[in-house]
Every structure is written in C-alpha cells, then in structure tokens.
C-alpha cells in the first residue's frame, strides 16, 4: 500500500485519485484556518514554488484540534487564498485520529508514528513526506516549520 493507492475529496467536492502525484513527492497537510500554526500556510505556499514540478503539498483542513477549522470548504478556500495566495491543492475537510479519521491519515499514522511510537497526530500542521514512490519518508511535528524541511525535500528529489 501507498500514497497512489488512496483517494479523497477536494475542496470543491471532486473526487481525487492520489495516484495523479505518481512520479512527485507530496507535502500532506493537516490544516485549519485559525491556528497559531495558520501562518505557515506562507511556507507551504513557498515550498510549492520553490520546488515546483517535483513537490505537491496537499492540505488537508482538520476541525479536530481545539475546533480551529470551522469554515465550510468555501470558506476554507477563500481564506487561504485571499490570506495566502494558496496556490496547492486544498482537500475537503476530514479527520485525522479516531474511528473516522481518512483512512489516509489511519495509513500515513501508522507507518511513520510520531514520538514514542505513537500514531495519533497532536495537533494542527503536522506534516508527512511521501517520495515519488507514494511511501511515506518522514513526519513532522506541528511546530516544525516548513522552511525547516526543505534538505529532506532536497535529498529526496535527488534520491
């Protein structure tokens, strides 16, 4: 199984195969619109054009952690591209943990756990590296900027 294998909803309610980023990396995302992690909207923007036709970076708008997304989907977009001229695909609002979390999510938590080995995402902007293969390569914590990620980005366009 991998990344290639998994569909989801975009922001506008078309039906996406993941397998269409076959071949790229992918930045995933779980996103909202009024965290203090928001801001980094701004570097995930950059990382898509500083790395443009080898990197995608798909957001994922999350409503679970401290209810910090509660816009519907048309609110979700104009606020991100009014806000951050976002430019990446934007995917329909889902959750992360739980019995209901995208099984994306239920995949991308399991096979590269956070700290101690746990598979729950703790918060808003965690963020996961899949090489062109569609396997996941890294994650990353909320706080982790995205600028701070670029020499994975890097090693794994040239990998």
Not at 7 to 33: M, P, W, Y
Not at 70 to 90: H, M, R, T, V, W
Not at 126 to 144: D, E, S, V
Request: a negative charge; one cysteine or more; charged letters at 20%.
């Amino acid at each position: 199984m991998n990344l290639h294998d998994f569909h989801a909803v975009d922001i506008d309610g078309k039906n996406r195969d993941l397998s269409e980023f076959a071949g790229k990396l992918v930045l995933i995302v779980n996103t909202a619109s009024a965290c203090g992690y928001t801001p980094q909207y701004e570097g995930l923007q950059k990382l898509q054009e500083t790395f443009a036709g080898d990197l995608v970076v798909l957001g994922f708008p999350c409503n679970q952690f401290g209810g910090q997304e509660p816009g519907s989907e048309d609110e979700i977009k104009a606020f991100c591209q009014i806000n951050y001229k976002i430019g990446f695909p934007l995917l329909a609002k889902v959750e992360v943990n739980g019995a209901n979390a995208h099984p994306l999510f239920k995949y991308l938590t399991h096979e590269v756990p956070g700290i101690l080995g746990t598979e729950a995402i703790k918060w808003n902007f965690t963020k996961f590296l899949i090489g062109r293969n569609g396997q996941p390569i890294a994650r990353y914590a909320p706080g982790i900027r995205p600028e701070a990620i670029e020499d994975d980005i890097r090693k794994a366009i040239k990998a």
